[in-house]
């Protein structure tokens, strides 16, 4: 990991082409390194944070306070950093029958906050959970003691937890993890701690900005997506070509162990939703042998959405995955125990995550544990059933294929699209999938649950849903549209944003010719487009120019009246 | 390297200075970029550098670099 003076000089670089992102930092000991930590590490992932610091332990003045710095200031990002020593200083001070409620004391303040910024904010919340310190006062008896400042922590830390589940907009940065991980002797340091009031050492500054900022990246869309795996030595031990399927290290064989534990934790990322694949060096019928019919492997075919064992060079056939999955590099994770593999795809394709896995695989996981490559911030019913979508479309891709025209094939598939307002049931996918999509995307307007719940009560809002169905099978919500309207005839297109698995099938003309359709009910006569260029959508810069709207300044222009629908092949229901 | 001359190279790298010509009578007052934060980093490194602790009182009691180094060589094998 990158230490603290690196991350002091990132500070002086160049980070005008970043993303801008206010982030206000609120804490009850001394952050000013904390801060600098913070936006050096968003230099490593390239965003611009702009950090605003209250006045040291100003937190309840700040935010109990409408009209308080914090509030001018309005913070897209909030983080709340209320430390352990403070909690348990406070706990000392209280009677015995506040200190076996400080836990719901606690949660109760944190409740005001968040109600308080709430009310006048639309900023996500990112708050520390407590490190634990155990005084000893009780021994390991504390266990046994509700009263006792550890059952009190740990009580309060679960409870943060359940808050978390409840409100849409509070992300936990798992503080007490960071600990558990590195230990309380590398993350405290005790002699600084009386110097100057920081609770965090030096050498744990990059670990917690690190997993600070990977919360900020998700809320940008910045997610992984995919995971790419390779074989021999990677998912099991030895060379399947080689000592064949009885000799594998997977199970009790040798080290085996170490590969059937890395393989449950890949399948639960997949049950997750990461989609995985395979990129391989073997024969296709030798390096699925394993998967069909070695009792002990964790993985089966089913698990893949993409399976690629050829000679071919892997940057190549990462390149072929992409092609089909249809997602950005930067969404990827290639694993390889091979640092000549690792070398070669980190050279051709920069953007990819390449982790240095160690040589050792049954430090596979721990090293993994430690590099929170998957960080979300959201998770919807569809994530559980990714991997089906994709292999559908690996499907989809070779009966296209086989058909010379285009029109033929988009026949043959019988599609269905079912359209939708924003209902209780699809708001987790709604808001998800603003807050993910980047290449099919006008404006690039990120939603949380709240806020696409209040566009469904506004009146002035049109909000529309698109799912997809064909023959190999249900694609599930596809696209989003949310009309604003302007003036008694001007509808405004907000967000017109559609999954990559769905081009070239005539799902933008049936979204348009839908669109008119409400339009003219409603009586407008104008529909105003936006194409907002960001560094990932620029498959969609002609988007409007290709539906035939006419541009005026920055702003496209399509007459409702004029409008003749493009035939497609895909019925509405 | 004598310590004094170890410690110009902790304070080029850590403050990020050009050069550094510390004599036992320099003080925070004579380096700009030697504030109440920075300091803490150099604490850090030079515990790292030399393989030792200071004390919290080690640390707030220093009156310029010629103490520092009387109480690092009493640290020192």
Redesign the interface.
């Known amino acids: 990991m990158i230490n ?2 690196q991350l002091k ?1 990132n500070l002086k670089k160049d980070f005008s082409s970043f993303k801008k992102i206010k982030i206000a930092l609120l804490g009850d000991s001394a952050t ?2 904390l801060a600098q930590a913070i936006r050096g590490a968003g230099y490593e992932n390239s965003l611009d944070l702009e950090i605003w610091e209250a006045d040291f332990n100003q937190i309840d003045r700040q935010l109990l306070d409408p009209t308080s710095d914090f509030f001018a200031f309005k913070p897209e990002i909030t983080i709340i950093f209320q430390s352990s020593h403070k909690l348990l200083g406070y706990y000392y001070q209280c009677s015995k029958n506040e200190q076996i409620n400080l836990a719901s004391t606690k949660i109760e303040q944190l409740e005001t906050y968040i109600a308080n910024i709430n009310q006048q904010l639309s900023t996500k919340i990112i708050y520390y959970n407590y490190t634990e310190i155990d005084d000893t006062i009780y021994g390991n008896f504390a266990n046994n003691i509700n009263d006792s400042s550890l059952f009190q922590l740990r009580s309060l830390n679960l409870a943060i937890m359940q808050l978390a589940t409840e409100t849409q907009n509070l992300f936990i940065c798992d503080l007490s993890s960071i600990q558990n991980r590195i230990g309380r002797t590398n993350f405290f ?4 701690y ?3 009031e ?1 609770v965090l050492s ?1 050498p744990a500054l990059p670990e917690v900005a690190a997993r600070t900022v990977d919360i900020i990246a998700a809320s940008q869309g910045r997610m992984k997506k995919c995971l790419i795996l390779d074989l021999d030595n990677t998912l099991w031990g030895g060379v399947i070509g080689d000592d064949g399927i009885a000799n594998i290290e997977i199970g009790n064989l040798g080290i085996g162990k170490a590969f059937t534990e890395f393989q449950r934790w890949i399948k639960a990322l997949k049950n997750r939703g990461i989609i995985l694949a395979i990129c391989s060096k073997n024969d296709d019928n030798i390096a699925k042998e394993p998967f069909e019919k070695h009792p002990d492997m964790v993985l089966k075919l089913d698990d893949i959405s993409v399976f690629i064992a050829n000679w071919e060079n892997k940057v190549q056939n990462i390149q072929s995955i992409q092609s089909i999955l249809n997602i950005g590099f930067d969404s990827m994770v290639f694993l390889d125990d091979n640092p000549f593999e690792r070398n070669i795809v980190k050279e051709h394709l920069p953007e990819i995550c390449v982790p240095e896995l160690p040589e050792d695989p049954a430090e596979y996981l721990e090293f993994l544990y430690s590099q929170n490559l998957f960080e979300t911030i959201s998770i919807s019913q569809e994530d559980n059933e990714r991997t089906k979508l994709y292999q559908t479309e690996a499907k989809r891709v070779s009966l296209k294929q086989s058909f010379v025209d285009e029109d033929d094939f988009l026949k043959s598939l019988n599609m269905l699209s079912f359209v939708e307002g924003f209902t209780t049931f699809n708001t987790p996918r709604v808001a998800q999938l603003t807050q993910r999509s980047n290449q099919f995307n006008l404006r690039t307007i990120r939603y949380s649950e709240a806020e696409i719940e209040k566009i469904a009560h506004d009146e002035n809002f049109l909000p529309l849903t698109f799912t997809l169905k064909d023959r190999f099978g249900n694609n599930g919500l596809i696209c989003i549209v949310i009309l604003q309207q302007q003036s008694t005839n001007r509808l405004f297109i907000d967000t017109w944003l559609m999954s990559c698995r769905v081009l070239k099938r005539g799902m933008e003309n049936f979204v348009l010719n839908t669109i008119v359709e409400y339009a003219k009910k409603l009586g407008f006569t104008e529909l105003i487009g936006e194409y907002i260029p960001t560094q990932k959508n620029g498959m969609v810069q002609h988007h409007y120019l290709n539906l035939g709207f006419q541009k005026t300044n920055d702003l496209w222009i399509l007459d409702i009246e004029k409008y003749q629908p493009t035939p497609t092949h895909i019925q509405k229901k | 390297m004598n310590i004094i001359q170890q410690l110009n190279e902790i304070f080029i790298e850590v403050l990020d200075l050009e050069t550094s010509s510390l004599t036992n009578e320099t003080t925070a007052n004579n380096i700009e970029e030697w504030d109440s934060l920075s300091h803490i980093m150099l604490i850090v490194a030079i515990e790292k550098h030399f393989k030792i602790k200071f004390t919290s009182r080690e640390i707030q009691q220093w009156k310029n670099v010629g103490e520092m180094i009387t109480c690092i060589e009493t640290k020192l094998p």
């Open positions: 603290f003076s000089k000013q390194f340091e005790p002699s600084i009386i110097s100057t920081m030096i």
